[in-house]
């Protein structure tokens, strides 16, 4: 008889252990830590992200972590007890590319000495290429915050907007009044001047994607001279997302987006209020030959600014569309312009919209879905029931992989001719769905996870 092999750790599928560590509490470090070192040489290979919520109380614990996970590039972490992780890091072997530091919801931001270590210890990152911060650094200085990222010249990512609570329902939200929640929010209480602007932006000339947060706290909202230099000092910007309140001008937009022509995506200001001039800005985004995703918020959603961009000749080539507005402030904004830019714009991949509300804008979407061929994230939120509109995406998207619904509950449309669809794999649904949609969906949908959520979905 042949000699049985001796089986070895190498020999075991990668799924084995994702299996034991789906058994383990997330917040249980040392039992994660123990299993990988005898998984050592599979999770070498797998484990290339952290995510640290409430850190282990022992410091030994992050080392031994860091050495279990060797080839990890990614951490993510909460702003509490930040210095220790990243000393943590800086005594490690790791090569650490990318930093998410988060805020916390219902906490204080840390204490100044303990940002003033946080920046110092950032600087020890040297080939850290994606940054976002969520932490209030308020209280560092501004030229302070400004050196941060100085010391990362191959710096390519820089998100200065990441909210303090990024799995928390839209309602915890609403229940705080604006200044309050403003407070947890990492960027909400750093200054946007242009001046800071121009800092911020001065030594990060390899910069690829950025999203900002401004706080409407006026003398300091941005205006044109950001823009400036933005496009002077990031010439090779192809992504930017702009939230909050801003001084931009129509003319100032049209301007940047000329000057930077590896733009791919932008997400243009929501507080900014449209005026004439807003057509060299639509000629623009048509004269955008690389623009893939466009977003558009607030004031900049309006009927005359959709028929515009729609009706551009050739128009940019977007595949990602984002049209999010308030439910006060739906003036101006009906199903027509909805139909006009869905109608333009028919090779989208991911799209989502907040519905402005029209009594028939179930059956219209319903039929303006069947248009989109390539359509594979659908996100949508109404005051209406959109249901119609859902069987109508399962039914004719057959590439269609998620579906994130916020509407009003009613009585379920017909869907027992609807065909099975097997590409989609999540549902997300608010509120609470009926019972009886949850087994209509079952039914059509075999391979889909249905899931009560709030949160809407970001784009790809």
Known sequence: MEKRRKQRILDLPSDTLLLILVQLDRKDVESVSLVSKHFLSLTNQLVRKLTFRKPPLVNSTLQKLFTRFSSVSEIDLDCRRV?????AISRSQLNVECLHIRGSPGHECPRENEQHRTLRLCGSLKKLRALSLGCCFCRVGEERFAQLVHPFPSLEELNLSDCAYPSVEDEWITRHDYKKKMRFNGCARWSSSDAQIRKLTARIPNLRKMEIFFYHERPTVPTDLSLDSLSANCVNLEEISFIGSTDFTPPGLCTFMHRLRNLRSIGLPGYWSPRPEFHPLVEAISASENLSHLSLKRDMIKDNILFAIAKSSPGPPLTSLSM??????????????VSAMLSAFQRLTRLSIQLP????????????VKSLVC???FSAASQCSIYTTLFSLIDNRPMLESIWLHASRDVLPN????????SIKRISLQPFPHTLLMVGLESVCPSVKIEYISRRPELD
């Open 83 to 87: 210095p220790r992780v990243l000393s």
């Open 324 to 337: 999010e507005k308030l439910r006060s402030s739906l003036h101006g904004y009906t199903m027509t312009g």
């Open 357 to 368: 509300g029209a009594p028939d804008e179930d059956m219209i979407m319903s039929q303006l």
């Open 375 to 377: 359509l594979k994230g």
């Open 415 to 422: 869907h027992t001719a609807v065909r099975k669809n097997s």
